[in-house]
DNA sequence: GAGTTCATGTTATATTATAACCTATCTTGC
DNA sequence: GCAAGATAGGTTATAATATAACATGAACTC
């Protein structure tokens, strides 16, 4: 089933709700319920294959070599297009910020949203 | 009515969900819905007076001083509580990382969980 | 006062996510 | 082989979050 939702997510560019991904593998399989999605996006998630954009309440499959990296996300509200990127220089400065209090950082959330550069073009194509 | 929203959520140090809100309100006025509230909520976040925590799907009276800053948050795992801070020079740099690519950022995203200093003090007492 | 605007009320529903319990399959040691 | 436990997935129901669409009423405009 992993394998299933992590093909799904990899065929699109663009993030798929969950129900995204449960309708299309319905094609196949009728008897196909949101908790067998949610489960199979949970092992991903904690496995670092797959990553959840919170501020889409969507799903992307990793893009990156190595998984267990912190994603920096771009996502294009246009388009829908993301770009997944990762910065050391980042990670580091937003721990220290939340240290300063004694804060200690567990998992980060970064997400940008604008206009890709493609849609920019479009947009204003003078 | 976004005043009695913005009161709400400033009566709070932690984040509540829009029906935590909604019920609160109730109190005083049987005859109130969810438009009500998410409309008051999103014009208070057009503002900059409150924010959404996208990764915990609730809101917070914004606590800065000048509004129309971008919001750092970290959130304690343990007590619910968050903090809000403000950093140029991240802001800054993940403009740079995101414009890489030529994307234009318009809204940015930081949401850090972990455990504030209260709780982890408590937990590890050594 | 008719026309307009704006905030809110009202009803219904869409979307996202999880609880709780059940069943099949596998594995492991006996 | 087979009980005991573990794992994945199926099934049913429901919780939690959010919005669409339309109605009402007050306030302001001319
Ligand atoms: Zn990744
Ligand atoms: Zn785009
Ligand atoms: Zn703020
Ligand atoms: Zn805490």
Same mark, same amino acid.
Request: charged share 25%; glycine share 6%.
């Given at each position: $089933? &992993?394998? =299933? ?9 663009? @993030? $798929? ?5 449960? =309708? ?9 319920? @949101?908790?067998? +999605? ?6 991903? %998630? ?8 919170? !501020? ?5 499959? /990793?893009? /990156? #070599? ?5 994603? %920096?996300?771009?996502? *294009?509200? #246009? *388009? ?9 220089? +980042? ?8 240290? &300063? !209090?004694?804060?200690? @950082?567990?998992?980060?959330?970064? #997400?940008?949203?604008?206009? *890709? ?10």
């Amino acid at each position: $089933m &992993q394998a =299933d939702v992590l093909a799904v997510l990899r065929r699109r560019d663009a @993030p $798929m709700s969950a129900y995204e991904v449960l =309708d299309r593998l319905r094609d196949g399989n009728s008897r196909l319920a @949101p908790p067998t +999605i949610y489960r199979a996006l949970a092992a991903l %998630i904690e496995g670092g294959r797959v990553h959840r954009l919170e !501020s889409l309440k969507a799903f992307v499959a /990793c893009k /990156c #070599e190595q998984h267990g990296h912190v994603p %920096i996300f771009s996502i *294009c509200k #246009e *388009c829908g297009t993301v770009e997944e990127a990762v910065s050391r220089r +980042i990670t580091n400065e937003l721990s220290r910020i939340a240290g &300063q !209090s004694g804060f200690a @950082p567990a998992r980060h959330v970064i #997400e940008v949203h604008g206009q *890709c550069a493609r849609c920019e073009s479009k947009e204003a194509p003078a």
